[in-house]
């Protein structure tokens, strides 16, 4: 089930009305080591650390699942009208 921000009543949506409306506040517990390397890497502060981390997932699911596709679709592509070119 997930949650929205009706789950708890509007609660956390009021105390985290600065950040705006697309926004979720998350308690987690995480190692503080992988949380200090990993905002050293990106050089970010914790908030944008783990957004990052996150896009980084959804985009490597994207990726396998564009992998998955390798060798299933069969396309029939004219490279010189895609490109735009006249042909001559």
Do not use: F, W
Request: glycine share 8%.
């Amino acid at each position: 089930m997930a949650l929205t921000a009706h789950a708890y009543g509007g609660t956390y949506t009021r105390m985290n009305h600065r950040a705006g409306p697309e926004t979720r506040r998350v308690t987690a517990n995480l190692p503080i080591k992988l949380v200090a390397d990993a905002c050293q890497v990106t050089g970010l502060g914790i908030t944008e650390t783990l957004v990052t981390g996150l896009e980084r997932v959804k985009r490597s699911a994207a990726a396998a699942k564009a992998r998955a596709l390798k060798g299933k679709l069969h396309l029939t592509i004219d490279i010189e009208t895609s490109r735009e070119r006249a042909r001559h």
